[in-house]
């Protein structure tokens, strides 16, 4: 049964506060992604990764950073969480080829107070 | 700049009804296309892709380029289809998934 696993299923934390959500994926899938899930607004592209190490910006990278540094870890980091972050974040991983599909974590809903 | 639009934030049809899901997308060349499925306390999960062809839980989905659609059919609604859907776009060719902003579907008994 393949597998990603985001390591908290809720998190609490204080505006400002560093953030690090963690995704590991045991499919040896080159790409792994950072989407965020809002009501109304989708699955919204924070950070996709095709191989360790490197790293492309989504549709929303602002306020948000990520690391790879082996091929199944794939980590979100908020450097100065704010209130506007709160949400539900997904993780995301995939063979590297157009027709392939994604299997997703499931979830963590992040609240920043 | 690549999008994927579904009109319909939530769609609410008696069981045994037929259903369409609306996606429409924005893409120049050729993009793959998939419906992804997520269930109450669940998480999100593929349902059909275009190039499969495939019919999954009675559900299909057509690509018409001419009106750059793909929407999801199924012709009598389940209870248990009651969900999430959301229609996903992949243009570039390396697996990046862009997503539209979803359409709950509510199937009543």
């Known amino acids: 049964d393949v597998k990603v696993t985001q390591s908290s299923r809720y998190l609490v934390k204080r505006t400002g506060e560093k953030v690090f959500l963690e995704c590991v994926q045991d499919?040896?899938?080159?790409?792994m992604f950072w989407y965020r899930q809002d009501p109304g607004l989708g699955l919204r592209l924070i950070y996709f990764s095709y191989d360790v190490k490197m790293k492309e910006k989504g549709d929303i990278p602002e306020g948000y950073s990520v690391s790879r540094e082996k091929k199944e870890r794939f980590s979100l980091i908020l450097e100065s969480a704010s209130t506007n972050q709160t949400s539900m974040y997904l993780c995301a991983s995939s063979q590297q080829s157009a027709w392939e599909e994604a299997f997703f974590g499931q979830g963590t809903r992040l609240t920043v107070v | 700049a690549q999008r994927v639009t579904q009109p319909e934030k939530l769609l609410s049809v008696f069981k045994g009804a037929p259903v369409e899901l609306k996606c429409n997308y924005s893409?120049?060349?050729?993009?793959?296309l998939f419906w992804y499925v997520q269930y109450s306390r669940q998480r999100l999960q593929l349902l059909l892709r275009h190039i499969s062809r495939e019919s999954i839980k009675g559900f299909t989905a057509d690509l018409n380029k001419g009106e750059t659609s793909f929407h999801l059919k199924k012709p009598f609604a389940q209870e248990e289809d009651s969900a999430m859907y959301y229609c996903?776009?992949?243009?570039?060719?390396?697996?990046?998934?862009?997503f539209g902003q979803g359409t709950e579907l509510s199937v009543k008994p």
């Open positions: 499919m040896d899938h080159e790409n």
């Open positions: 996903a776009l992949e243009g570039y060719g390396g697996g990046k998934l862009i």
């Open positions: 893409y120049s060349g050729s993009p793959e």
